[in-house]
Each structure stands twice: as C-alpha cells, then as structure tokens.
C-alpha cells in the first residue's frame, strides 16, 4: 500500500491520546478507536508512522501491532491471555536446566539463578527447578500468585507480556521486565543462553544470527512497549 499521508500528530482523547494522519484518527486493525494509554507511547508509535517510505511496511509498525492487539482482542478477552501466559511457566525457560555434570549447567546456573531468586521474592512465590529431562510442577500457591499478578495488568501491559513470554519462552523474564532496572538485552540473553551456548561452541550460521538479532530486537521494542504504555515503570 501506498503512504497516504503526510502530517502525523498526537492529540489527547479523553483519558488517552490518540495518532493523527493528515487529521485523521488512526483506528484499529479491527475498526476500533486506537485510544492510547500514554503521550509517551502515543508520540512513540507517531514516530513508526513519521518513518515509513513511500511504501507502506507493515513490519516497521510494531507497536501499531500490540496496541492493535490490545484494544481489538485482549481487552474483550482478558482471561484468554493470561491462561495463555501462566501456561509458559510450566515450561519456563529458566527453570530448566541441563543435568548437573554438564559443563551448561553451571553457566545456566549462574545466569538464571539471580533473576529466579529476586523474582521469587518480588512476587512471594517458589518456582521448581528440574535438570534433565521430565516435568515437574509448580506449587499450586506460586501459580495461583502468578494468575493475581497477571490479572492486575491492563490490556496493554498483556500484550507486551506476550511478546516477551513467547520471543524469551519465559514468562518470568517477560514479568521482570517490568521492573525499573530491568536490562532487556540482558534477559534476552539470559533466556537465550542455550543457543548462545551451542553458537559459541560449534560456531554460528548466518541465518542463525540474523534470527537472533531479530529476535532481541522485537524482545527490546516490546519492552520499551511496556515500559511507555506503564507510565508508572520509567519512575525511579
């Protein structure tokens, strides 16, 4: 498609703000009013309209995408994502680890463990570890105190959340995220450290890394998402 415009501007709607082309309101992929929570998020998704070409790319607009995703699904269906979401911690990337004699495990250890432990204690909750193949649970009090923690965030707050859950397989890194101090490169890595793991040790195809930076690149941009869709987390 064609750019069709060529002024692009915010202005507040309500309690929310919304993105203008040549005047216009942008809507939903859906048809709705795209009403956003925050100037700052609403100026930054101004600037994915601002940097298109004469051809529109829908990749370059996503942002567009979780807001869209927000408003047009997640906000109708709440509970859908978050039964989605709590389903990652089963399989939580950072719970589990190679067997204890491998040479992974001890770096998995090192990465991983911190993040567990500070997370555990923010939520007030335990997570199980395994090593080596299986499956174990978690204690039904730490997955009821997920689904709480989940059910308090908006819609918007959701759709980032499952970005990061799906790009890091981990639905604790994506919650820690949130934190003011969190490093998303740094967590990126972390939940990404059994590839970086056989890269460093058999050597890297190109494919491969071009996915990989696409994939820390889609991991930052849901973040930062997050991060102005929440005025409350650029605080401190």
């Given at each position: ?13 309500g ?34 309209w601002?940097h ?56 998995q ?26 499956h174990?649970p ?95 987390l650029?605080?401190?």
């Amino acid at each position: 498609m064609k750019r069709f415009w060529k002024e692009v501007a915010t202005a507040p709607d309500g309690d929310g703000w919304r993105i203008l082309l040549d005047g216009r309101a942008v809507r939903t992929q859906g048809g709705n009013a795209q009403i956003l929570p925050t100037a700052a998020l609403a100026q930054t998704m101004a600037g994915e309209w601002r940097h298109q070409g004469e051809e529109i790319d829908p990749r370059a607009l996503p942002m567009r995408d979780m807001a869209d995703y927000a408003i047009d699904h997640i906000s109708a269906h709440p509970g859908e994502i978050v039964d989605t979401l709590l389903r990652y911690i089963d399989t939580d990337t950072l719970c589990y680890r190679a067997d204890p004699e491998d040479a992974l495990f001890e770096r998995q250890q090192t990465l991983w463990e911190p993040i567990l432990m500070a997370f555990e204690a923010r939520h007030d909750l335990r997570l199980t570890r395994v090593s080596g193949v299986g499956h174990r649970p978690h204690p039904q009090t730490s997955m009821d105190r997920l689904r709480a923690v989940l059910t308090g965030q908006d819609a918007f707050a959701l759709s980032a959340l499952n970005v990061l859950t799906t790009l890091a397989a981990s639905l604790s890194a994506a919650l820690t995220v949130m934190e003011t101090d969190a490093e998303p490169a740094t967590l990126f890595a972390a939940a990404n450290a059994e590839e970086d793991w056989q890269a460093e040790l058999w050597g890297w195809d190109l494919l491969a890394e071009e996915n990989r930076a696409l994939r820390l690149k889609a991991f930052e941009t849901a973040a930062e998402f997050l991060r102005l869709s929440q005025g409350h987390l650029s605080e401190g």
